[in-house]
């Protein structure tokens, strides 16, 4: 059974920073991407980043140039450095596998605060 466990999220001023960690605990075949998702308050979950097999990126317009989404293929990770914070980048991050062939996975989520 694979699980994906989070990392890294807390409590940081603005205009601080962040690095999330995603790793998954067994082995999954053949990711197709990989992203990170998150959830405000009241509000509905909004794709953050997106990261596909080849390399390419994606992110929303609200985070570009302040986030960036990596990753060690080898080791099934993912991670979202987050830098500039804003108070409106408070919520629970969640990271999201879609391999290429059966079910996709998605992560516990873990809490970002960006408050002073």
């Known amino acids: 059974q694979v699980q994906l466990v989070e990392s890294g999220g807390g409590l940081v001023q603005p205009g601080g920073s962040l690095r999330l960690s995603c790793a998954a605990s067994?082995?999954?075949?053949?990711?197709?991407?990989m992203d990170w998702y998150r959830q405000a308050p009241g509000k509905q979950r909004e794709l953050v980043a997106t990261i596909i097999s080849s390399g390419i990126t994606n992110y929303a317009d609200s985070v570009k140039g302040r986030f960036t989404i990596s990753r060690e293929s080898a080791k099934n990770t993912v991670y979202l450095q987050m830098n500039s914070l804003k108070p409106e980048d408070t919520a629970v991050y969640y990271c999201?596998?879609?391999?290429?062939?059966?079910?996709?996975?998605w992560g516990q989520g873990t809490q970002v605060t960006v408050s002073s």
């Open positions: 999201h596998f879609r391999p290429l062939l059966g079910k996709d996975y």
């Open positions: 067994g082995s999954i075949f053949s990711l197709n991407a």
